[in-house]
């Protein structure tokens, strides 16, 4: 397998897990409305969270991590293959935040890893 490639693994896994801090984070935060003065009074609890914190840290390693994969892979074959982010964020839902995920939400997760696999074997 082209080392390009095995980038991709780490880069999917630091990402989503950094999404899961971040959503961990917010749910410590809370719902806000999104406007200038609400943003003003959220603020600092999000900027002092250090569950947000490590979310930034995972994406921030993420990024690194596809960095190298786009110096190596074509994009046009890497960033589909990104798309099985996807079904690691749904598993991670499941798994750490209990999240409740429908037969049909997985269907279109499997849609969505069989157009990966069809991606990833065109290079073949």
Known sequence: MNSGLLLLIPAILFSTTGELFFKLGMNRVGGF?????AL???LPRIVFNPLIWIGFGGF???AIFWL???SR???SL???ILALSYFVVVAEA???LHERVTWLRMLGVLVIVIGV???GTSEV
């Open 33 to 37: 409305e999104f406007n200038a003065s």
């Open 40 to 42: 003003r009074a959220v």
């Open 60 to 62: 921030g390693l993420g």
């Open 68 to 70: 190298g994969a786009l």
């Open 73 to 75: 892979v074509p994009l």
């Open 78 to 80: 890497a960033y589909p």
């Open 94 to 96: 499941w798994l750490f």
């Open 117 to 119: 696999v069809i991606v």
